[in-house]
């Protein structure tokens, strides 16, 4: 990459700029021209880095509920388990992971009902013996933001802890509209909010201070580019899962989080013949390096039990769709 792609996919995966002009906003920040970011960022975009620019929601300040789900998919009901999952609207992520919990992918609905319905389906329809709903009790870290120009980590930020739950925002039918036309990956054009303004049929002033304002309040966590860490070098992933008595689970999920190398970290509760409750995602650029940490981590939080499984496949990552017809 050129040291202008680098400073760019640094900027850009934080702070978007939501403006009439994002691209000129950049290119003034940067010392270049307009025609030179764009180009830029296409290329970053042609070369596969770039997945999409666009907005990440807060489920629950949109209404909906939402979970990490674990299963336990038998060799000859894979290819069909993850062909269900991935045509629910309210999957974002399916990964295949080592370990007999084979399967995980995250689940927003517009209810807890919802949720519990979704996944007693799942289970009944392809007869599997464990599938898991695993809801966040407590986030200790989300950033999945990796810097292009590190030789090694992705960035360590201030852990994000908090126990405080996220509640709904009123939202008049004018705004749902709004977020249902939202794109999930802006056009790179100079004008890239233009024609949604138009096919919403709102002012463009007023669209950018409504974005801005939800960005503000929490609604939307974070409006930026989403990359595929796979091609900045990031290729050997895996979630760390860690078994640990209730008094000691906060300092652990606090040194989790201050790990440059976690991108996200949780409390989740444990369930029956699996008895984690302490998660953490972790990237790395080689296998040694994750063993490395993940040992290293382990020394440090001395938990009850834990287990690192690696990510084997991609089925499926993309923004979740909200207030979609097809949901239930």
Not at 190 to 195: E, G, K, L, T, V
Request: proline share 11%; hydrophobic share 45%.
């Amino acid at each position: 990459m050129t040291p202008l792609q680098e400073q760019l996919l640094t900027i850009i995966q934080a702070h978007f700029p939501i403006t009439p002009r994002p691209f000129v906003a950049l290119a003034r920040r940067l010392s270049r021209s307009e025609a030179d970011v764009l180009a830029a960022l296409a290329d970053l975009q042609t070369a596969g880095i770039i997945r999409s620019i666009g907005p990440i929601f807060n489920a629950p300040r949109l209404g909906y509920a939402g979970a990490l789900a674990a299963a336990a998919v038998p060799p000859d009901r894979l290819a069909a388990f993850v062909a269900d999952v991935n045509a629910l609207p309210g999957v974002s992520h399916n990964y295949g992971r080592t370990g007999h919990l084979n399967v995980w992918f995250t689940l927003t609905l517009p209810s807890p009902a919802a949720l519990d319905q979704t996944l007693a389906r799942l289970k009944k329809n392809h007869a599997l013996p464990t599938l898991y709903r695993l809801p966040a009790r407590r986030v200790f870290k989300i950033d999945a933001r990796f810097p292009p120009d590190a030789p090694g980590e992705p960035s360590e930020t201030p852990a994000n802890h908090t126990t405080t739950p996220l509640l709904p925002v009123a939202l008049a039918p004018r705004q749902i509209d709004l977020i249902r036309r939202l794109p999930d990956d802006l056009p790179l054009c100079p004008r890239p909010f233009d024609d949604l303004a138009r096919a919403a049929d709102w002012r463009l002033d007023d669209l950018l201070a409504q974005l801005n304002a939800w960005l503000a309040d929490r609604v939307i966590r974070r409006f930026g580019a989403r990359l595929r860490h796979q091609q900045l070098g990031f290729v050997a992933n895996a979630l760390l899962v860690f078994a640990l008595p209730p008094d000691r689970l906060d300092p652990a999920g606090r040194r989790l989080a201050r790990a440059p190398q976690v991108s996200h970290c949780y409390e989740r509760p444990p369930q029956p013949d699996w008895p984690y409750n302490l998660y953490a995602m972790a990237h790395c650029r080689t296998l040694d390096e994750l063993d490395d940490l993940a040992q290293r981590l382990a020394r440090d939080l001395q938990p009850d039990l834990w287990q690192r499984l690696d990510t084997t496949v991609e089925y499926r990552k993309t923004p979740v769709r909200y207030f979609a017809e097809n949901q239930p």
